[in-house]
DNA sequence: GGTGTTTTAGATCAGATGATCAAAAACTGA
DNA sequence: TCAGTTTTTGATCATCTGATCTAAAACACC
């Protein structure tokens, strides 16, 4: 019983993800917004609101697209360490391929958003602890089932996993080299007792082309 | 031979330092700035060139009273596992004292610059990159004195060093809680065999005022 | 005291910014 | 067909943005 929208939500989101991804939120303007998400400013505005509640929609597509998937489907993995080994081992390759050293969305705006808008921090926050949980739990499993041998208290271990990830993320966006991000990776596996990281996902023929600039595919 | 300047470098500097930390570069307007520093607009573009300017010089203050000072102070330390645990223990220190959850310039910048600006990159990149040497310095001065006992490749260890840190930075700014960051030091110190996190500085008496914002002592 | 040089001060510029408005367009159910 | 609802569109608003201009002020040197 209306004029029905003409544009996808999903892909419009995407397109606005691509942006805040890139530039970040201050730097990004509306109008650079509506138009890579191909409507109007007023359209933007009419179905989404200010750029504040728009970019927060941005976000959670984002992490709907790749964080939070991929936690549960690494969490499937037959065992804690891999699991771990998997997590890590992506996240690398992702900051690796990307190509436009954009990192992760959630950590860039971890950075970004300032103590004065408690509500985002509060966003954020509650997102990066769901990646903390992850560890906390795959250590909890693996030293339970004496898959993953004693060391540091389970929570710590899981802080040094957390943590580290972080650091690998920002290196995503300003050094994107891949001796330094799977050192690092290397490193916080092998000191925990954990498995190595696995090769990576296919470094076979058809990429000798390179490849090189995606858009955001998620999975 | 010509009309003195009315104000203190270094004083206007640690104002422009302090509205860049606190805000970022984007979401700091050059009034803003101006006020800030007590100087007109025009007398800011005139001894500082543009915004861009402006805040290389900053962040250049800002890394001569902070970090290239506190790597030199803690590599001077009687041995090389002390220097790194003590290191840690500052940036922590730092991390949880701040009261306005900052984090750390260095690190907000690197996520805030796009690698549309390759030249501010390779700064922030090359000044990260003392941090990680420092690591790797301490590692192998340890491993070869027998003080640090064998583990990952040193390039590595350090590697882990730098990304634990780098994270803990990030933490800073969205969860500044003491478990979380000295769980994750912890950790990362005890599982390469180094010695454990030295007590914080002086946690007695006088402190019972919630002491709270500081400004931004360097030191 | 005059000359030269730099800093300061206030006004101002051209353009960008986030956001809204009124009106036309496109659809659904009655 | 028409009433009701929502989207779309282009124009527009008030404000902010980074930066510059002109002219007055403050010193050092001669």
Chains 1, 2 share one sequence.
């Not at 509640?53 to 941005?58: E, Q, S």
């Not at 949980?133 to 996993?161: N, T, V, Y």
């Not at 990830?165 to 954990?194: H, K, M, N, Q, T």
Request: hydrophobic share 40%; net charge neutral; aromatic share 6%.
């Amino acid at each position: 019983m209306a004029r029905p929208r003409t544009f996808d939500e999903k892909a419009v989101l995407d397109a606005a993800v691509d942006r805040f991804w890139t530039q970040g939120y201050e730097a990004t303007s509306t109008r650079e917004l509506a138009q890579s998400m191909h409507m109007t400013l007023a359209s933007m505005h009419n179905a989404f609101g200010d750029k504040r509640t728009l970019f927060r929609r941005a976000l959670d597509h984002y992490l709907d697209g790749s964080l939070r998937r991929r936690i549960a489907r690494h969490e499937a993995a037959p065992s804690a360490g891999v699991a771990i080994a998997g997590f890590l081992r992506e996240s690398v390759e992702r900051s690796l391929g990307d190509g436009r050293q954009r990192g992760c969305l959630l950590v860039n705006s971890a950075l970004e958003v300032t103590p004065a808008d408690p509500d985002m921090q509060a966003f954020l926050d509650a997102e990066l602890m769901t990646i903390e949980s992850f560890f906390r739990r795959c250590i909890a499993r693996g030293r339970q089932s004496g898959e993953i041998p004693d060391g540091p208290a389970p929570e710590d271990a899981a802080r040094l996993l957390f943590a580290s990830l972080l650091g690998i993320r920002v290196l995503a966006r300003v050094r994107p080299d891949r001796d330094l991000l799977e050192g690092a990776a290397r490193a916080a596996l092998a000191c925990l007792g954990l498995p190595a990281l696995p090769a990576p996902h296919s470094p076979d023929a058809a990429a000798s082309t390179g490849s090189a600039a995606n858009g955001n595919t998620a999975s």
